[in-house]
Structures are given as C-alpha cells and as structure tokens.
C-alpha cells in the first residue's frame, strides 16, 4: 500500500490555508516562511480554529522626548475644586441619618 505524502504537501501550498496542529508542527518552518511572505494561517484542532499565525511586523521604535511639544496644553486651574462636584460628595444626604438596629433596641428598653 503506498503512502501519498505529496497530497498532504500540496495542501500546504494553497493560499489562506488552514491547517491541522499536527501538520502545523512538522511544517513549522515552511509555514513560517510563507507566513514571512505576508500570508495568514490558521491552526485548527478538529476543524476549530484556534490560533493564527501572522507576520509580527517592524520592530517598534522609541518614541523620542518632546515630539508633541506644543500640541497639547493644560489650564493653569486644572487642579482647582469644583464645588459643583465637592456637593455630590460632601452635601448631607438626608437630614438625619437613619438609626441603625442597636439605637432602635436601646430606644425600646427606656
């Protein structure tokens, strides 16, 4: 009985492939070289897809010191108290607060 491994290279040859984790582990390096050529490939395990490999693009570059220098500006009060929003925090929410189960028992007892 003879093998077809051929079949099982040509369809690794297809472009948008999507292939098996075993073959994605014996054609690592084939898949990585065409992933280099700028092709998407997709692993799949039971016909799921789980993984896709891509070109992992330019190496980034800092950024250097004060290349925005100019663009952006902050008002000199910009730390200043809002006393519209110090109100929704500080302002007494009921006139009196709720008593809480301890002063209703002790009311109780006199």
């Given at each position: 009985m003879a093998m077809d491994l051929v079949h099982r290279l040509s369809l690794l040859l297809q472009a948008?492939?999507?292939v098996n984790i075993h073959e994605?582990?014996?054609?690592?390096s084939r898949l990585?070289?065409?992933v280099a050529n700028g092709e998407e490939i997709t692993i799949s395990r039971a016909g799921v897809p789980v993984a896709k490999l891509i070109a992992a693009?330019?190496?980034?570059t800092s950024r250097p010191?004060?290349?925005?220098r100019g663009k952006i500006w902050i008002a000199d009060d910009f730390?200043?108290?809002?006393?519209?929003?110090?109100?929704l925090f500080y302002a007494p929410l009921m006139a009196?607060?709720?008593?809480t189960a301890v002063q209703r028992k002790k009311k109780r007892k006199k």
């Open positions: 948008g492939m999507e994605a582990k014996t054609h690592l990585l070289q065409r693009g330019p190496k980034m010191m004060g290349m925005d730390d200043a108290p809002d006393p519209e929003l110090e109100s009196e607060p709720p008593k």
